[in-house]
């Protein structure tokens, strides 16, 4: 069982950045390839960003490509979404997510992740 807990969250105004964090609690969260999804109102979940268990590799969704950075410090077992340039069309609720690394890449479909946070609000003013 692996226990997600999103934070870094809030309100912005357009234009600006915020840094949200995913701290784990899973021993072998090295061997866990870690994904952010976000969920507007009214619309489906849409992927966002992922990372490789070794931070090596990462992949976007086109909306926020170019803005949004994603990291992770396995010593910290955390996984960062760096997002600047912010848009009022951002404004969702973030999730990260866990998918035990099988050697597949990139995990983008959010049914094949195991475990996910709570989620945290990310508002953009315009």
């Known amino acids: 069982q692996v226990q997600l807990v999103e934070s870094g969250g809030g309100t912005v105004q357009a234009g600006g950045s915020l840094r949200l964090s995913c701290a784990a609690s899973a021993r072998t969260f090295s061997s866990y390839v870690m994904g952010w999804f976000r969920q507007a109102p009214g619309k489906e979940r849409e992927f966002v960003a992922v990372i490789s268990w070794s931070g090596t590799d990462t992949y976007y969704g086109d909306s926020v490509k170019g803005r949004f950075t994603i990291s992770r410090d396995n010593a910290k077992n955390t996984v960062y979404l760096q997002m600047n340039s912010l848009k009022p069309e951002d404004t969702a609720v973030y999730s990260c997510?866990?998918?035990?690394?099988?050697?597949?890449?990139?995990?983008?479909?959010?049914?094949?992740?195991?475990?996910w946070g709570q989620g945290t609000q990310v508002t953009v003013s315009s």
């Open positions: 997510a866990a998918h035990r690394d099988v050697g597949r890449w990139p995990i983008v479909r959010s049914r094949e992740y195991d475990y």
